[in-house]
């Protein structure tokens, strides 16, 4: 702390003197700083690196340090005329912005996509990665469609129903929904989705120019009747679906509308987008097998992400597709970015394929557990009108409704001035919502914090 005040009065003294000092003018050699701020020969360095960076000072080698040439131009930059030429900015940036933000020092997040740091296998990931970078040919250009032990791997993932040639690995699953989104479609063309739904699906699909349509689905997954109406009002040719801990609502298909949301889709010659981003979340009892394992035909798209349930860095995902799509899918890969990093896919490999892959999950299925308990049960003592309807078997959120007449907006910023953040409900509904929500997030803190965090809450409203 010390070292960090010292620093800062000698960039503000050095910065004044440069100021009124004309361009080219030496100032005080680091002695004479030194002597004149009582501080540190490494302190001054590092204030006169600071300056170097901004732009303010420069050093000579072996002459010392003076005032850097000033910028020519003097007025004020005027970029209005971007309003005009970019026009209306894309459906959904903010949202995302939002989403992804990071909490402001000292609140507690209940708003985060991503596991809290805790619970993040980092130590096993760095090591696979220094592995994997000291090897030569980790670096050179591998095939494009990704490492081909890596596709087998998600490949068996998907319960069977996909062979390592049908995989492509994409750089996080953002990216690979973005790719399946454009690859499928047309601008103009219309897109199926659970409502509410995943957010970055949302704007995903409205940046590559498709109409958003919602379908109805509550505790046990969306509903067959309103997805067969949807398929036949709109022609549709592509459902976006997330059957096992879907986010923002936690609800997963239920077993006795598998058959008959599969049906649904190949009845009308169509796609299902399965975005299998929980699997490792689960925290009750066993997953089920995914809709990709029961789908002979292709007309399963299968999505599966490391991210979430690794860390935010270990940007790896899959996607995975039979016939005519999946060529469509890693041409429109390949167009991207060519590749996902070498060493970054090599690492990868090897964790999901050791012990500590197995160890990590383990663990983080009771991790899991302690914080949704640890928050539903503050909930209980402190806003037992917040409890969801059904407790999410697994994933990382509650689906929480307000009380008749909250406006989520206001008691989101209400509650991120009593420290804790939380995120609305209303942007994961592609029309309008069915009612006011807060999506809260148990895997983004420690149990111990939950019931501090929803007693911030509790004097939002």
């Not at 976006?240 to 936690?250: D, E, F, K, V, W």
């Not at 299902?272 to 007309?299: F, K, W």
């Amino acid at each position: 702390m010390e070292h960090g005040n010292a620093a800062a009065r000698v960039v503000q003294a050095i910065r004044r003197v440069a100021a009124v000092s004309p361009a080219g003018a030496q100032l005080p050699s680091v002695r004479e700083l030194t002597a004149r701020h009582q501080a540190s020969p490494v302190t001054v360095a590092s204030a006169i690196r600071q300056l170097v960076a901004e732009g303010v000072v420069e050093t000579r080698n072996g002459r010392g340090t003076f005032v850097a040439a000033r910028s020519e131009r003097t007025r004020t930059p005027d970029l209005s005329w971007q309003t005009v030429a970019l026009g209306p900015a894309r459906s959904g940036e903010h949202e995302m912005q939002a989403l992804l933000a990071l909490p402001p020092s000292g609140a507690i997040s209940l708003s985060s996509g991503y596991l809290d740091t805790d619970l993040q296998p980092a130590a096993a990931l760095g090591a696979a990665l220094a592995r994997a970078a000291r090897q030569p040919a980790s670096w050179q250009r591998g095939p494009v469609e990704g490492r081909e032990d890596l596709r087998a791997w998600f490949a068996r993932e998907s319960g069977g129903g996909l062979r390592a040639e049908d995989m492509v690995i994409c750089p996080g699953g953002q990216a690979a929904l973005s790719t399946a989104l454009r690859a499928l479609t047309a601008p103009g063309d219309t897109v199926l989705v659970e409502s509410p739904t995943y957010l970055g699906a949302l704007a995903a699909a409205r940046a590559a120019g498709l109409r958003v349509v919602p379908v109805p689905a509550d505790d046990d997954g969306v509903r067959p009747d309103q997805l067969a109406a949807a398929f036949a009002r709109t022609g549709s040719r592509l459902f976006y679906c997330q059957p096992l801990h879907a986010n923002p609502t936690g609800a997963s298909l239920a077993a006795a509308r598998r058959a008959a949301i599969l049906s649904c889709v190949r009845d009308n010659a169509a796609f299902l987008i399965e975005d299998d981003y929980a699997r490792d979340l689960t925290i009750d009892a066993e997953p089920p097998a995914p809709l990709a394992s029961e789908d002979p035909d292709g007309h399963v798209i299968y999505l599966r992400s490391l991210t979430k349930p690794a860390a935010p860095g270990l940007r790896v995902a899959a996607i995975g597709a039979r016939g005519p799509a999946g060529a469509r899918l890693r041409a429109a890969r390949l167009l991207d970015d060519f590749f996902v990093s070498g060493p970054l896919q090599q690492a990868t490999s090897e964790f999901v394929s050791s012990p500590a892959w197995t160890r990590h999950r383990k663990t983080l299925r009771t991790a899991l557990r302690d914080r949704r308990e640890a928050l539903l049960t503050a909930l209980s003592r402190h806003l037992p009108d917040l409890l969801p309807s059904r407790v999410p078997r697994g994933g990382m959120h509650l689906w929480s409704p307000l009380p008749t007449g909250a406006d989520d907006t206001a008691v989101t910023a209400a509650a991120a001035s009593q420290g804790v953040v939380v995120f609305p409900g209303r942007p994961w509904f592609a029309a309008e919502p069915t009612g006011a929500f807060l999506r809260l997030t148990y895997a983004a803190s420690p149990p111990d914090l939950m019931d501090e965090a929803v007693r911030r809450l509790a004097r939002a409203f």
